[in-house]
């Protein structure tokens, strides 16, 4: 029986889906994957850094090209700030929801540790972590507020900040953050939209690598630059 939020228990449309547990953590789900979607591309693009800086700022260039002539300069990137900032409240909505809820149904500590409280604890702060990063990165990277770089040139932004020790120590325990972030969360959207009931225990496994590998693709850029392999 599926637990509900509301005297009516059928799913029929946000208007509903949104008032049950299961239809929170369904949306909770769908948008922690266009998070994640968006994260393992803005990973492999940051890996051209690799190819010079010629490429990489060819390559940032032509991010705000996509579309054309469809759409003005910047719109794709536009849209996709708007998509990924709907994603963002909608998820957060959803954790603080569903950690309230949680909170009423088994008011008593010691049982809900027994109930993953480990793993609950471990998103919640680490879901606070990421979304700090988030501001700072954009301060960061994107508007270059906090940055010492002397140009607006993506390259020389990301060689700049991370030629700052502690940079590359927020940038670090964020990552780590995220590692954590992917591995419990892909199993939990998984579960919830019912996608591997049968292989449990190597859903698991790929969970893990998967997280795993895309924050050491994350970390191959600072500590690159730290040990002028990136400069």
């Not at 009516?8 to 049950?20: A, D, I, Q």
């Not at 909608?90 to 809900?112: E, G, N």
């Not at 795993?212 to 500590?223: E, M, N, R």
Request: charged share 15%.
């Amino acid at each position: 029986m599926v637990e509900t939020l509301s005297k009516n228990p059928r799913v029929t449309g946000f208007g509903t889906l949104h008032r049950s547990t299961i239809g929170r953590k369904m949306i909770m789900a769908v948008t922690g994957l266009i998070m994640l979607a968006f994260v393992v591309v803005h990973m492999i693009g940051n890996l051209k850094i690799f190819f010079g800086e010629t490429e990489f700022n060819e390559y940032a260039a032509w991010l705000r090209t996509i579309g054309e002539p469809a759409l003005h300069e910047a719109w794709y990137l536009w849209i996709q700030r708007a998509v990924l900032t709907v994603a963002l409240v909608l998820h957060i909505w959803a954790a603080i929801t569903l950690s309230k809820h949680d909170v009423r149904a088994r008011p008593v500590k010691y049982h809900a540790k027994r109930k993953g409280g480990y793993a609950t604890s471990t998103m919640r702060w680490g879901g606070v972590t990421l979304l700090l990063f988030i501001v700072w990165h954009i301060l960061d990277m994107t508007t270059g507020t906090v940055n010492p770089a002397t140009s607006h040139e993506p390259y020389e932004r990301i060689t700049a900040g991370f030629d700052q020790w502690w940079n590359v120590v927020i940038y670090t325990l964020a990552m780590g953050a995220l590692c954590m972030h992917i591995w419990h969360g892909l199993w939990s959207a998984a579960n919830t939209l019912g996608w591997n009931r049968a292989t449990t225990a190597s859903f698991r496994t790929f969970a893990v690598v998967f997280a795993l590998l895309v924050a050491f693709g994350f970390l191959l850029i600072p500590y690159s630059v730290v040990f002028g392999l990136v400069d």
